[in-house]
């Protein structure tokens, strides 16, 4: 695996260097573009496929008891169309959008010179993340033999989402891996201790799951959703 989940002091560090890398006009679309993909675990084509309103596309659905995510088919792994649920922190990130901008794409990173382009493609918006990261200083591989190092990326961010769940619930659930070999060999066995501490709560009657790192990944949402609300003020 040629990266790897990033921590959240990390994913911290990203978020500052936005400005310097895409512009201040359009750092406030790219700090609310990366926060989406720390809650939410999205691939990178799929978040840019995510709407708020069409049917045809990978859509969020806020109808019923909990926030789903719409999938067609064509957008999913699996080849079927469905209806799944999504993280609660990225639940509340999605809901925290007044209900009068509920339309059109969910994210719209702005691109760094508007009069070339009106909507980047997945290509565009992965370099410039890689180019965040660098900026950031945040490595995620390093060739032993040509010593290139690799800076965290897109892929990284739905890393360090799948990472955070594993011990949680069935990684499968909110990872969609199409195998779910694949999602246990890259996320459940890299925290033995994490996975053993979740066990031992609920041995001893804590059914909720909370440890000392959960409550600090809520207070990190905290903080990031704080900032976020910042970001939207005029």
Do not use: C
């Amino acid at each position: 695996m040629k990266g790897r989940p990033i921590t959240g002091e990390e994913f911290d560090r990203m978020l500052p260097t936005v400005s310097e890398v895409v512009g201040e006009a359009a750092a406030k679309s790219w700090r609310h573009y990366l926060r989406g993909l720390w809650w939410s675990g999205l691939r990178l084509r799929e978040s840019l496929e995510l709407w708020w309103d069409r049917d045809d596309k990978l859509r969020v659905d806020l109808t019923g008891k909990y926030a789903m995510l719409d999938i067609p088919a064509e957008l999913e792994k699996g080849h079927q169309d469905r209806l799944l649920p999504i993280a609660p922190e990225f639940a509340e990130f999605l809901t925290a959008t007044p209900e009068d901008e509920r339309h059109g794409p969910v994210f719209a990173p702005r691109p760094i010179r508007p009069e070339r382009s009106r909507r980047l493609g997945a290509h565009q918006v992965g370099a410039i993340v890689s180019k965040i990261g660098r900026a950031a200083g945040v490595k995620v591989h390093t060739d032993l033999l040509t010593g290139k190092v690799k800076h965290a990326t897109a892929h990284d961010l739905r890393r360090s989402f799948g990472e955070r769940w594993a011990t949680r619930v069935m990684p499968q659930t909110l990872m969609r891996h199409e195998s779910i070999e694949t999602t246990l060999k890259y996320y459940v066995g890299r925290n033995a201790a994490t996975t053993a501490a979740v066990l031992y709560a609920a041995v001893s009657g804590n059914t909720s799951g909370n440890t000392s790192g959960f409550d600090h990944q809520g207070s990190d949402f905290a903080r990031s959703h704080e900032v976020a609300q910042k970001d939207r003020s005029p």
